[in-house]
């Protein structure tokens, strides 16, 4: 039975007025007393339970499920001060991604110093642009970048209707229109953070420097990436220019096809914590994907490039893939 979570996925109801004055949407005050009843993922009985995965700890059983507080995620929550806001939303990112080297046994060394699993949200123009940062080495979780993103080309209305169908039913629709920022925006952004982590060549579009993205699929960056640099009007940067498929990763490896994430979870027994299509909570269960293969022995290869000389043309580097 699925845990329901009193209030939506964001963080507090009442914003500070500096807040309130660095956002530009209009729709700060709209409901601003709103709750809601948000169904989620994981039953506290399956957060509570010990997975047969290596990688994953138990949870306390006293330590119960509570939805991440989003406006932390984009580094705008004004209430972590708040004793009943911290009872009530986990500001703890790491959370469900802790690793049990006691029981890691069959580790190999990797390509890669860091792996980048990225899950974008949207399906006419990205709304949401999440990162979880994991060693590949030590499969320990690393860090987080999220940001909401705000559509180039819709008219108000058409977002309105885009985000309520989306983010509408999860209860962070809210959230959302507080804190989304356009895709011009997000990549500087996106840029400083690596160039933060040292993974950039150079700090404006550079390639990146013993890391690589790890996707569910090849749509992210085959696909989606270049269509919303074309409609931002910005030049594909290079960074995106090659990345790890994990579905082919995960066929090549186990032997065995895997359709998406949920497939991968399924199969390797990982329960599914928080919302899917909440591309934070993806992105997330993505990595505990990746942790577990990595802990099985699976060595990550990039699956897929493009031609510098040709972006539009990308090859794909393995002959058994998902396709």
Known sequence: MAVV?????????????????????????????????VHVNASVSDLNSTSSSPILNSESKIDRWKPTCLY????????????AHLETFNHDCLKGLHIDGVEVKHVH??????????????????????????????????????RFVRPAKMTEERVQEYIAG?????????????????????LPQFESWM?????????????LIGAAFVTCGNWDL????????????????????????????????????????RTMMKELDIPLVGNHHLGIDDSKNIARVLQRMLADG?????TARRSFRSPQNVEFLFENRIR
Not at 17 to 31: G, Q, R
Not at 195 to 207: I, M, N, P
Not at 234 to 256: A, C, G, T
Request: proline share 4%.
């Open 72 to 83: 932390y995620t984009q580094g705008k929550c004004v209430k972590m001060d708040d004793p």
């Open 166 to 186: 989306k983010y509408g039913k999860m209860g962070v629709d809210r959230v959302w229109h507080d804190t989304a920022v356009t895709f011009k925006e997000v």
């Open 222 to 261: 085959k696909t989606k990436v270049p269509q919303q640099c074309s409609v931002s009007n910005v030049k594909l940067p290079s960074y995106f220019m090659e990345w790890i498929n994990l579905k082919d990763i995960y066929l090549n490896f186990y032997k065995r096809r895997a359709t998406g994430m």
């Open 109 to 146: 060394s990797q390509n890669f110093d860091y792996l980048l699993v990225l899950d974008l949200e949207g399906k006419v123009e990205i709304l949401e642009f999440p990162v979880v940062m994991i060693n590949a080495r030590t499969m320990e979780y690393v860090d987080f970048f999220h």
């Open 298 to 302: 699976a060595v990550m290869q990039i």
């Open 195 to 207: 160039a933060g982590h040292h993974l950039l060549k150079s700090e404006q579009c550079g390639a």
């Open 5 to 37: 979570a009193r209030a939506s996925l964001l963080s507090p109801t009442i914003l500070s007025s500096n807040f309130k004055n660095s956002l530009s949407s209009p729709l700060l005050a709209i409901s601003n007393t709103r709750r809601r009843y």
